[in-house]
Each structure stands twice: as C-alpha cells, then as structure tokens.
C-alpha cells in the first residue's frame, strides 16, 4: 500500500512555494503602480487607478486568499491522508492478524475433527466388548444351566 | 473535409481536426494574451500526441515522431501556413512534442496539456518542475513575435527563470528566419542582433552592459537603442515615458505568470488530492466492507467455538456413560468369575464324593460276593454233606439174615444245615445285589459330578474371557477418556482463538471507521477546497480578463505616444 504521501507533501510544499513566488511578483507589481502614477498626470492617473488597478488588486486578494485558503484546506487533508495512512495500516495488521489466527482456527477445526473421530473409535469398541462379555457371561450361564448347576 | 468531423470524435480525425483548429493560422495572429498563445500551443501539442497515438498506438517515439512528420505538412498547408513558414513551424512543433515526450509528460500529466494547463516533468533532471511555454525570442526584443507558434518553446520552471530574457545563437536565426518571412521587421531583428552582440546571450555577470533590457527604448528615427538612463532625455519625454509603462507592463506580466503558473500549480495539486481523496475514499471503502468480512469471521469462529462446546458436553457424557458401563461390566465379569470358579470347587467336591462312594461300592460289592462266595461252599458243603449223609447208613443191627441191618442215619440236621446255608447265601446274594446296584447309582453319580465339573471349568473358562474383555472395555473407555481431555484442551485453544479473532475483528472495524472517517474529513476539505478554487479561479479569470484590457489600453496609450515622438521623425525627413 502505498500512497505517495511524501509526493503529495512534495508538490503541496512546490505549490506553496510557487504562491509564495506569485505574492512577491505581486508585490513588486504594486510597487510598480507607484511609478505608472508618476508616468500618467493625476486624472490619468486616478483613472488607471479605478479602472484596472483596484479591480486588479481586489481580484489578485481574492485569488490569494482562496489560493491560501486552498492549500490550508490541502493541507488539513495531507494530515487527514496521514491518519488516515496510520488507521490504514492498523487495519492492515488487524487484517493480517485474523487472516492468521482464522487459518490457525481452521486447521484446529480439521484437527478437533480429527480428533472427535478418535474418540468414537473407544465407543465403538467398548460397545462391541461389553456385547462381547455380555454373550460369554451368558454362554457360561448356558451351559451350567444345561449340565444342571 | 476536416470542418465536416465531429470535434468530440477521439479517433484519429477526431485529433486531426482538433488539431487543425488550434493549428488556424488566422486565429493564431489574433491572439493578444500571452495565456492565450501558450495555452494554444498545449492544445497543439495535446493533440498532436493524440494523434500519434491514434496513428500508431504503443509505437516507440520515432515511429511516432515519423508518422507526425508525414501528417503536419497537410494539416500546417490546410491551416493557413505556407512555404518556409510551414517548415519552419512544422520542425518547432515537432521539436516541443519531442522535448515534452522526452520529459515524460504523456504520462498521468497528458490530460492538463488539453486544458491548456502546464504538465510536470517526470523524467530527466528536470523531474517535477512544470513546463512554462515561453518565447523563443523574448517579446521585449521582437513584440511582433508575440503570437508566432515558431517563436514558442517549452522550458522547464526552473530553466525558463535562469533563461529570462537571454538570447542564444538559434534564437537569433530563428528571428532571421522570420524576418525573411515578413514576420518580422528589420528594425526588430536588428534590435535582436544588437542585443545578442551586447551580451545578451550571457549570464548577467558577463554582460558589456550592465543596463536592464532597454524594453521599447528604440529611436523611432534612427532605430538605435537608448538607454532609459541617459542624461539626455527628460523624464517626461514619450520615449522614457514608452520605457516606464514597459516597466510596470513586465511587473505586471511577471505578476500575471506567476499567478497564473500559481493558479496552474494549486489546480494541479488540487486534482491530485481530489483524485488521492476519491482512489482513499474508495479504498477506505474496501476496507469497510473487509471489515465487515474479519467481523463476520469472528461471528462464525464464535459459533464454530459454540458448536464445539456442546459438542464437547456430549462427547463427556458418552465418555462418562462408557466409563461407567466399563466399570459395571468388570464388576460383573469379577463376580461371575468368582462365582463359576466357587461353583467348580463344588463341583470338584461332588465329583470327589461320587468317586469315593463308588469306592465303598465297590468294596461293598467285593465284600458281598466274597461273602456269597463263602456261603455258597459252605452251601455246597452242606449239600455234601446231606448227600453223603443220605448215602450214610447206621447199622442198627441185623436182619435176620445176618445181614446188617442199616439204617440211614438222620439227614434233618444235615438238611437243616443245607437249608440255613441256602438261606444265607440268599440273603447274601441280595446284598451281593444291593452293594451292585450302590456301585452302579455312584457309577451314576460320579458321571453326572464329572459333567456338571466340566460344564463349571467351561463357565470359569468363559468367565474370565468377559473378564478381560471387560478389562479392554476399561482401557477403552480410559483411552476415549485421553481424546477427551486432549479434545478439551484444543476447544480452549479454539476458543482462546476465537476471542483474539473477535479482538482483532474489533481492532479492524475501528481502524476502518477510522479510516472512512478520515477520508470523509478529507473528501470533505477537498470539496471545500475545490469551492475554495473555483473562486479563486474567477478571481484569475477576472485578473486575465483587466489584464487584457490593461494591456489594450496600455497599447493604444503607448502608440499615443509613440505618435507623439513622430514629429521629430516627420522633421527630418522634411529636413
């Protein structure tokens, strides 16, 4: 069993350190806003401002934060795949544990009817010998009730 | 023809007409976004490789790589590409669905490429970065390149960063190349050339200059680059104006790759953990129902070991019942023994008496004959005697003739004497007779106490048979007593096994609820997380959207401005 959870960690942590990445190109972009409000005049400016920086800086925070939110939630499910990988082996060696004992009970079953057919094999016998002893007590009654004793 | 088939269609028109339309070379040059040619080139490359492996399914990459290279020239002529340009685009295209093959991406990360997403390297030392589609000749040094599908190359993550905006001998003839295509101007190329000899194909220790790329600062008159720092020009001139919105355009280029390679990389990482989460759920699920299983295993050793216990409570009662019945019979057997051999003794006494009687009886008998032996000569002489006394005469005197007169002399006692010695030997003759018979009753009697001797030595004989019999049936019953408590000792081994089954059966069922639970946990967040990117993702597509729009604008204003340093070019031309 094996679920690549270092994998998947691997390319949580890649993933995270390529938003980190993007935040910082974000933030030298909004250092770069500056310089377009020196380049335009200030209604220009004040334009630029409205029209595509703020949408820009408004959308770029929602992405962000659904992005951070995003790998916090992953992460919270890496844990859960690791408990999960925890109860996931437990089981396995529950699993195994009975897969073992119910072959150790099944063989002493066949054992135990093995063993039960042994013990029928003394009945038997007793019956056949006590029929026996019966009839040779009988047989000697017989005959001395015969010779007249 | 291929307008005809049905784009759904995944056999080898369906690719070949897909890959037709992302081939269009109309729709090619009214791309605008930077998003847009890379995710067409994905397309291009998805479907090319499709096609490949509709064409020669589970061929090596050469026989693969040759069935394109006979496929593209149509499919390039029917797009719209003609002549050198076809060649030129055919040789690149087949360059990046090599490098791509050559990276492993048609693997598990094939599928992201038809979504215009980057695929993750799995072979090679480049093994898990993304591939970044990039240009071949930076935009910065040849904006008309900006949508040419022979200018686009795929890059690792890593190598595209370390490229930059570094130029390298075939980016350079590539730019040549398109020049004599008319798809580039002189101008641009010489700005690409000037570029490549000032050190641009360097890293940046290395370079003559150390000046950032002069990105758009090219004299509109002369067409010479100059530097945005050059003492000459004010800050409000159009060209430092051009150079300072470029600036602030690749911030925000740089800001809109990386967010976009970050939206890329979190839908990536998110479809694993949905896929992961979906393959645990599944398996969690599995292990539900084996645990369901090991329970129910558990219930049937509980049973088993049940069936068992009785078994065994019935067995115990046979084996007492037969000990008992032994033990009755050996007692039985005992007293018929002791009993025949008492009655042997008996009769062994009996016969013991016959034989003496007859002994008696005999001599009894000896004596009587001897006895009538006695009495029968003394008979006989008494018999002579009275003959002889008969003939016995007694003178008594004489007749007158002188002669003698006798006279028989008196035989009564003679006769008397016959006549008692008849009388005894009679009466003994009787007794001869009763001392006779006395032998023959004991001749009798001894017989019948031989007999019945005979009979009781057979009954002490068969007697003691049953009494080892009996004994056997002891050893028997002894022997069935053995299996039972060997029979014991494994149904408290089974039933020691049955618990631990029950144990671990209990320990499985946890760790699967367990399990089940956490991947419901995780299902869960990933679903949340999924709401989560969707959101994000329309934040992006929002973001792309301005951008677009940002970057029309900031075309039209730069072209004002552009326009605006004109005069001094219209100037000397007049002059």
Redesign the interface.
Known sequence: MNFEFNELARRLDSATVIINSARYHAELWIESRALARQVWNDSCSQEMESLYFIPLSQNWETADQSGGRVIENLQEVLARFNMFQQSAESHARAAASISSAADEFKSLTNHLESLRDSIYYPFRECARLRDETEDLLQQAEDICSEAGI | MLANLRPSCRSSRGAEFCLFNQLKRDDWFNLTSRSGVTTRLKRILYWMESLSQDIVPKESRFVRRAALQAELPRLLREAGWENREADLLQTRLLFAWGALDYWGCYGENFGLLRFGRAPIIVRGRHK?QIVEIDHAVPVAWAAGLFNHPANLIPLPFLSNRLKSSKLKPHDVEIARRLTAMGRLTKLELATVEQAYANGWNKPSSLRQTTADPPTGIVSVITGSLISVNSGSLGPLDPRV?VA??M??CE??D??I???H???G??V???S??AE??S??MR??RC?MD??ET?LE??RR?ES?TEV?QD?RSD?WL??EN?TK??VE?NS??NN?VRR?RS?LQQ?EEARREAEEELEKSNEALDEAEEELSDARNSLSEAESALEEARETTVCIGQDRDGNDINEPIDTAPYERQVEAAEELVEELEDVRDQAAQRVDDAEVELE?AQ??E???G???Q??E???D??S??SD??K??RL??D??DE??L??SN??N??AR??E??LL??R??LE??C??ER??T??GG??Q???R??N??FT??H??QA?IETRLHALRSFDRPSSILASFR
Request: proline share 0%; glycine share 4%; aromatic share 6%.
């Open positions: 898990g104006l300072r919105i600036e602030s911030a925000l740089g800001m790759a990386r967010s390679s970050a939206d990389e979190i990536r990482v998110y694993v953990f992961q989460a393959r645990l398996f969690a292990r084996e645990a090991d295993t558990s050793a088993d068992w078994s067995l046979k084996i037969c019945e032994a019979l039985v057997a018929q025949w009655t009769m019948e007999t019945r005979s009979a009781a057979q009954a002490v068969l007697a048979e049953a009494k019999r009996a056997a049936c028997s019953a022997s069935a299996c039972g060997e029979l494994e149904i081994r089974l096994l049955a631990c089954i671990h059966a320990d499985s760790a699967a367990d399990s956490h991947t946990e995780a967040r990933t949340e997380a989560l990117l959101s994000g993702s934040a992006f929002d973001i301005a951008h729009r940002f604008d």
